[in-house]
């Protein structure tokens, strides 16, 4: 148990530690933290109120335990959904597996370190959202110390057996996934799981709140909770114990739970132990196709240098499994759910937003168009991550007679054109789905191409500034750096305060005269970004080794 | 030819490398020797244009790398020692890019990845993604792409490493003809025999300055006779 305990505590090391951090990154890391303290403070009010909200609906029929019963479940739905991505990056796409693998541990042992750091990971979004809210639960139910301290053991526990059964899962499906052979088709169908996943859960609710009569049905037997977390047992003990706390079914339930989540612990490493190097063995294989052609005639073509950089940003992301899922498929998500959810809801409110923005006045339409725009493509993770992707392939820039700008320039453009790819399927379904009316899809088209390329120069900017290059799995690119946030912040800040101005500004009304006007501003910011990403490439680029 | 003048590099107020002077002339080949830690990465990074200078200038073919950078890059090619290059991408694919980096015509660029690819027995991986490759076809290709577009000064750090006999005598065979043709190659090892069997010149570098450099006959003449390489070195290179 101690080598389990010593491996845990080496891959937590090496992959959260400080240590190696720079002051002016952990400096960074602090200025971030006090930055995100309003975030916080929304977030938390907003957790608050709807308890609040919550709780005075269901507390006079004694359902109150529902609220408890939706928070677990959706929590729980949460832990699946990220430990799917984590678990498969960690367990099967990490660089250093195989360096594991030839130390003299038990395929557990392995296991159980590679699961450390997927599994503390969960206890970030735990920390943020249950931690408080079970907090808040407990002022508006008038909760004894007795549920502060349940409350504790539940929001450690929780998270046990969401993980523990999807990783187990996963290492079930990689059994028999013969990785070596099909290493990158199991890579790109593992990255659109989640893709799946999303839409599926989002369906499924969907279908589900339509079913009024069982509602109705559930509320007259009073067995409201049951039904909020039929497919969810551990939602419905932690619920349980919580609501009566000091009763003998409070503890018992809670009992029930540690048992629960040790067996799950216990589970997963009897099957770690039989399944996890039988998904692992001959991962390095990759896939070979031997290259039969007599010659080389027809495979060798000139391409303008830009666009060779292009291709090779754009292969990169896609061949890479993390830069897939991260990049390629976080983009598509919003814009495929929102083509879903318009396509259930075409007879509903939704369906009829097209009709309902032509009555509008064009400039409040305009202005909520583009801070919507803002939002969509403000965090453009292929830009945030445009240096440090290379990783320790960076220097390799370096000796190549290429001129630092063609390089940022390819980062930038590959960047904004997955920018563009969710900007064009959006602005479709906008289109024809919801029949927004052709000027004001045609002002904000145009107005989000310039908000994508603000975007897209900015992340590209602050990676640029402080890349993550020394990784050893490409999760760490994206993991624990909060960089997504400060190009949006920074953002959100810039264009709030133009839209503001525009909109205080009264002699400027109409859609055409806004639109206008806001199309020189962003385009001159346009070409202010861009000059300031020259001038940042001019004093960073040599010095990021 | 390469010029490295007065070139100093401090990494945390440490001298990596202090005041180096070194001419490596054309039409020879070039041993770059020393310990572990003696500054020959460091010097070959600058020379390359990945790390900075603190003072000094380094020339190739009398193009400054801290004035001219792009211009000075097209005159070398380098082989790193690290196999980090762009491992997503095919084999072809990277020879493709550096083809078009360097703009090598469509005709040259057939003709020599099929010579080269096939000489160095990695033409059927070509189509494969290049961290399925060992290190040592990543190291073939890499060399591949360096002789692709045929630049006159050669940079390879630790050239030989991870090649197969085969491969490793095919790039010395194409190093001595590189340099009978009157242009340069520079090269680091650690395999005394390999400089022993290939320099012309040689220089041996200890905590960031140059002890020696000259011709191998010459080096053998300063010290004793009868001493083989490894004692040389061994000699040069001994802390106080």
Redesign the interface.
């Known amino acids: 148990m101690s080598n389990t305990w010593k491996l845990m505590k080496l891959m937590v090391k090496m992959q959260l530690s400080f240590a190696h951090r720079s002051t002016a990154e952990k400096s960074g890391y602090l200025i971030l933290a006090v930055v995100m303290i309003p975030f916080g403070l929304l977030i938390l009010t907003l957790l608050n109120e709807m308890i609040a909200v919550m709780y005075e609906a269901f507390s006079p029929t004694g359902d109150e335990a529902v609220i408890l019963g939706i928070l677990f479940v959706l929590m729980t739905v949460f832990y699946c959904f990220i430990t799917i991505g984590t678990v498969l990056s960690s367990f099967y796409f990490a660089e250093d597996v195989e360096s594991f693998v030839t130390l003299p541990f038990h395929p557990y042992q392995i296991a159980a370190g590679k699961a450390a750091v997927p599994f503390l990971s969960l206890y970030g979004i735990n920390a943020v959202i249950l931690l408080p809210a079970l907090g808040f639960y407990g002022l508006h139910s008038g909760a004894g110390i007795l549920y502060y301290c349940w409350s504790f053991f539940i929001w450690l526990l929780l998270p046990v057996l969401p993980f523990v059964l999807t990783a187990i899962a996963i290492m079930f499906i990689m059994r028999f996934v013969n990785i070596s052979k099909n290493k990158d088709r199991s890579k790109v169908v593992a990255g659109l799981l989640g893709f799946v996943f999303v839409i599926g859960i989002n369906v499924v609710i969907r279908l589900e709140s339509g079913n009024q009569d069982m509602y109705q049905l559930a509320v007259e037997q009073g067995n409201l909770l049951e039904l909020v977390t039929k497919f969810f047992p551990t939602a419905y003990i932690s619920s349980s114990a919580l609501t009566a706390p000091a009763s003998l079914q409070g503890i018992l339930y809670l009992i029930l739970m540690i048992g629960i989540s040790a067996g799950g612990i216990a589970l997963f490493f009897t099957i770690g132990q039989k399944l996890y190097f039988k998904g692992v063995l001959g991962l390095s294989g990759g896939k070979r196709n031997t290259f039969t052609a007599d010659t080389v005639e027809g495979y060798v073509k000139k391409k303008p240098l830009i666009y060779s950089l292009c291709k090779k940003e754009v292969l990169l992301i896609l061949r890479t499994p993390t830069f897939f899922t991260q990049i390629f498929v976080q983009s598509l998500i919003l814009p495929v759910l929102a083509i879903v959810l318009i396509t259930m809801e075409m007879d509903g409110p939704i369906g009829g937003a097209g009709a309902q923005l032509a009555d509008m006045n064009g400039k409040t339409v305009i202005l909520a168009s583009a801070a919507l725009s803002v939002v969509i493509f403000g965090s453009n993770p292929a830009s945030i991550s445009s240096i440090s992707r290379d990783g320790k392939s960076w220097f390799n820039h370096l000796y190549l007679p290429v001129p630092p700008s063609k390089v940022i320039m390819s980062k930038m453009l590959t960047a904004y054109l997955l920018n563009a790819i969710s900007l064009i399927l959006l602005s479709a379904a906008a289109l024809w789905m919801i029949n927004i009316p052709l000027p004001i899809w045609g002002a904000w088209f145009i107005l989000s191409l310039l908000i994508s390329w603000i975007a897209s120069a900015a992340g590209v900017m602050v990676d640029l500034y402080s890349p993550k290059l020394d990784w050893t799995d490409e999760r760490e690119v994206f993991k624990g750096r909060f960089i997504g946030i400060v190009p949006l912040a920074i953002e959100a800040l810039v264009f709030g305060v133009i839209l503001v101005i525009v909109l205080n500004i009264k002699s400027l009304q109409g859609l055409w005269p806004v639109s206008g006007a806001l199309f020189i501003i962003f385009l001159l910011l346009a070409l202010l970004t861009q000059r300031a990403l020259k001038k940042i490439t001019e004093r960073r680029y040599h010095k990021l080794l | 030819m390469i010029e490295i003048k007065q070139v100093t590099k401090n990494f945390a107020g440490n001298a990596a490398v202090k005041d180096l002077d070194l001419t490596v002339p054309d039409g020879k080949i070039f041993g770059f020797l020393g310990p572990n830690g003696a500054g020959k990465s460091t010097t070959i990074?600058m020379m390359?244009?990945?790390?900075?200078l603190d003072e000094g200038s380094i020339s190739m073919n009398g193009v400054d790398i801290s004035k001219e950078?792009?211009?000075?890059?097209?005159q070398f090619g380098?082989v790193?020692d690290?196999s980090?290059?762009?491992?997503?991408?095919k084999g072809?694919?990277y020879l493709?890019?550096i083809?078009?980096?360097?703009r090598v015509?469509?005709n040259v660029?057939?003709e020599k990845?099929?010579y080269l690819?096939k000489s160095f027995d990695i033409?059927?991986?070509?189509?494969?993604?290049i961290?399925?490759y060992s290190h040592g076809m990543r190291q073939k290709i890499v060399v591949s792409g360096v002789l692709l577009h045929d630049p006159d000064v050669w940079i390879l750090d630790e050239p030989l490493t991870g090649l197969d006999p085969k491969s490793s005598y095919t790039l010395k065979e194409m190093m001595r003809e590189h340099a009978a043709k009157g242009k340069t190659v520079f090269f680091s090892t650690h395999v005394l025999e390999v400089v022993e069997q290939l320099c012309d010149e040689v220089a041996i570098i200890n905590k960031g300055h140059v002890q020696f450099r000259g011709s191998m006959k010459e080096m053998k003449q300063q010290f004793q006779e009868d001493n083989n390489l490894e004692k040389l070195f061994l000699e040069l290179t001994q802390n106080e």
């Not at chain 2, 390359?48 to 900075?52: E, K, M, Q, R, V």
């Not at chain 2, 980090?84 to 991408?89: G, N, P, S, V």
């Open positions: 990074k390359t244009g990945i790390l900075p950078p792009i211009k000075a890059k097209h380098y790193p690290r980090d290059i762009f491992l997503r991408l072809m694919e493709n890019f083809g078009d980096v360097f015509p469509e660029r057939k990845i099929e690819t033409y059927e991986a070509l189509n494969d993604q961290h399925t």
